[in-house]
């Protein structure tokens, strides 16, 4: 506390004798034993698995929509399109992830670009063969996750989706293993073809 109060001036409109009273205060209410300190930690962990459990889907994404197309939550609208630590949400995973985030970056300097000049882009600079050959499983699997994250990208980002690069996710699609969210993938981008 000496510290601080060398370091505070009359016109920093901070009052130290508040904030030792206060400090002392909480330092009072400090756990006195290590079972006390488990206690109070348990219980906060279980207030916060309460609070969680209350939360909606969408809440629970933790997403500031601001960042998006005011429409885009209104087209994707499954907190499950949206997830980012879902391996099979279109931008969940990593490559999807990155795909996201450089598409709205190069976006603010290309307005007017197809998205099919970044994909292309792209795909040179992270060294994938286009198309993707049967024997070069990092290029098909990159390919088909990026095309996949292009296009959410679009819809989250611009509320639409450009028809070449649907018509080139629904292909990957098509492609890959079968999962729960396949489908609704496939639904939402079939009107954009």
Request: aromatic share 10%.
């Amino acid at each position: 506390m000496s510290l601080l109060q060398k370091r505070i001036r009359k016109t920093d409109d901070f009052d130290v004798q508040s904030f030792q009273l206060w400090l002392n205060s909480r330092l009072k209410e400090l756990p006195e034993t290590h079972e006390k300190l488990l206690q109070h930690e348990n219980s906060i962990l279980e207030q916060r698995k309460i609070c969680y459990a209350s939360m909606s889907e969408w809440d629970k994404l933790g997403i500031d929509f601001e960042d998006f197309h005011p429409k885009a939550r209104s087209i994707l609208d499954s907190p499950e399109l949206w997830n980012v630590s879902d391996e099979f949400s279109p931008n969940g995973n990593d490559t999807g992830a990155d795909v996201l985030e450089l598409y709205r970056s190069w976006r603010k300097q290309n307005r007017n670009a197809l998205p099919a000049l970044f994909f292309n882009q792209l795909m040179d600079q992270w060294e994938v063969t286009v198309p993707p050959t049967a024997d070069d499983e990092y290029s098909k699997h990159t390919y088909s996750q990026s095309i996949i994250g292009l296009a959410f990208a679009q819809l989250k980002l611009e509320s639409a989706c450009h028809p070449d690069i649907a018509a080139l996710a629904l292909q990957s699609l098509q492609s890959e293993s079968a999962h729960d969210l396949s489908d609704k993938m496939t639904t939402i981008l079939k009107p954009y073809v």
